[in-house]
């Protein structure tokens, strides 16, 4: 099983037969419907009236692409800034590399003084947590490019743009695209923590209220939708991946 | 006024501290094919950089360019490296096409002269490949088109075919005396081959080392064109003899 089609089928039977051991484990167990609902129930929370889930998956998918697709222009913006100055770099990168290690889901209690809550805030929550290794990583792909190839687009006196649009853009991009993927990721979860400390919106809100009447159909609905938003973000990532860089130049 | 395509009199480099370059002076005429030929470390990349104007010296004088020849500093500067450092997300004929991209040349006009270049360097065919799918000497090629394709006065080389296998290196140097003959640029060859600047250069310059001093400066007089016999002739052991004596390894 080593075509291409024979990998894509095995995988599609995996996730069938996830699906097909969690309904075998909750009918042959008898578990009840509050502690772990069956697929079928789950389904059916989407029915339920009052839960406005296009609503709550809007406000969070706001909050995810939004956040991220902002880590995306500050932190590749920030790397190319660093090109720029030798002295900006040595002065704001062990400063960022500390500022990584501060856990972001710490800083969402303040968030909340600072910005309230509501879609600005979990955006910002998003951001703080995806922005780091799309930095990081911009940085190094930028750093690898080799500076013989600086001097070519110099000794015919290119500018600054045809540098980064020639050059340093595309030579960075698969290690932007590494950044990428890692923030996709990063970018659900920071949006749903900042939605679990405070909103009146949004999946993860969503989750707390039905938390308080034991609706664990919908919490699991919730999880599966947001962890389909998260598939989407890095489907996405994935496919521009695939368009842009070619094979060889991809870095894992 | 120097009627010499590059005029080079007492040129001085520093790096705060570090004399790289200490009194440089040679000129080189139009359609010259110079070798610099010189030990590791002896300031013979950074030479070519003040040529390439990628850094300001810091005395003596550069001059580029003759009433007959004149020079254009942004235009007229083609470069090769050690590593062919092609784009790898570029195929061979946008890679060759870069310099013109950069210059804003007439885009049809530089493709019939990216595919002619690619013909003239050995690559017809490749233009759709991408970098990876060629060999270490293929991409060099590619790189000396890319070097060329801009119309340049002016062709850089700085050790091109150091990371290259002998043979395949000796099948360079021969491809190259035949791309400056049919493209009738002015080269300068940096090396720190003895038996490659002797055989390619029409002038040698021999470089010393640290800081870099110009031991010698001479005409090459072997018959063009050029093949492998040239090195069993008396006048090209010669020649590399007297290299040799300036590098202190006779």
């Avoid at chain 1, 968030?111 to 955006?123: A, C, D, E, Q, T």
């Avoid at chain 2, 790289?20 to 470390?41: C, K, N, R």
Wanted: neutral net charge; hydrophobic residues 50%; charged residues 20%.
């Amino acid at each position: 099983m080593n075509s291409k089609a024979g990998r894509i089928g095995l995988a599609v039977l995996a996730h069938i037969a996830l699906v097909l051991a969690w309904y075998l484990f909750v009918r042959l167990g008898d578990v009840p419907k509050f502690v772990m609902p069956g697929p079928i129930p789950t389904l059916e929370a989407l029915l339920a009236p009052n839960y406005s889930w296009w609503t709550n998956i809007a406000v969070t998918g706001t909050e995810i692409f939004g956040g991220y697709f902002l880590a995306l222009a500050i932190g590749v913006a920030l790397a190319l800034a660093f090109t720029w100055s030798k002295t900006l770099e040595a002065f704001f990168m062990p400063l960022l590399v500390s500022l990584n290690m501060v856990p972001k889901v710490a800083l969402g209690p303040l968030i909340i003084v600072w910005f309230k809550y509501g879609v600005l805030p979990n955006s910002i929550m998003a951001f703080s947590i995806a922005v780091f290794p799309i930095l990081l990583t911009t940085a190094r792909g930028l750093r690898e490019i080799e500076p013989e190839l600086l001097d070519l687009v110099r000794s015919l006196k290119g500018s600054r743009w045809q540098l980064f649009t020639k050059i340093q853009l595309p030579g960075a991009l698969p290690y932007i695209f590494s950044g990428m993927k890692v923030g996709a990721i990063l970018a659900v979860a920071g949006a749903i923590v900042g939605e679990f400390l405070g909103s009146d919106k949004g999946l993860g809100y969503l989750m707390l209220q039905v938390q308080v009447t034991l609706d664990t159909p919908a919490m699991f609905m919730a999880v599966l939708l947001i962890t389909l938003m998260g598939m989407m973000l890095y489907g996405i990532v994935l496919a521009l991946e695939r368009l842009l860089v070619p094979k060889d130049a991809r870095v894992a | 006024m120097p009627e010499s395509f590059i005029h080079l009199a007492g040129v001085r480099k520093t790096y705060g501290e570090h004399l790289a370059i200490s009194d440089v002076t040679f000129d080189v005429q139009a359609g010259e094919l110079v070798a610099l030929v010189g030990p590791s470390g002896c300031g013979k990349s950074t030479l070519l950089k003040i040529l390439a104007g990628l850094h300001p010296h810091d005395g003596g004088e550069v001059h580029l360019g003759s009433p007959t020849h004149p020079f254009d500093p942004a235009r007229d500067v083609g470069m090769v490296f050690q590593a062919p450092l092609l784009l790898k997300w570029r195929r061979i004929l946008d890679n060759v096409l870069l310099p013109a991209e950069i210059l804003g040349l007439k885009k049809k006009e530089s493709l019939e002269r990216a595919r002619h270049l690619l013909e003239l360097v050995g690559l017809a065919g490749y233009e759709a490949k991408y970098p990876y799918e060629l060999s270490g000497g293929m991409q060099q090629r590619a790189a000396i088109a890319r070097a060329l394709v801009h119309d340049p006065k002016l062709v850089l080389m700085d050790e091109p075919f150091g990371a290259l296998d002998a043979l395949t290196r000796e099948k360079m140097n021969l491809e190259l005396l035949r791309i400056w003959k049919e493209a009738g640029k002015t080269i300068v060859f940096v090396t720190h081959g003895i038996s490659e600047a002797v055989f390619l250069g029409t002038r040698v310059v021999v470089l010393t080392a640290g800081p870099a001093r110009m031991a010698d400066n001479f005409q090459v007089e072997l018959p063009h064109p050029r093949t492998l016999d040239v090195k069993t002739q008396e006048k090209f052991g010669e020649y590399t003899r007297r290299v040799y004596r300036h590098l202190g390894m006779e």
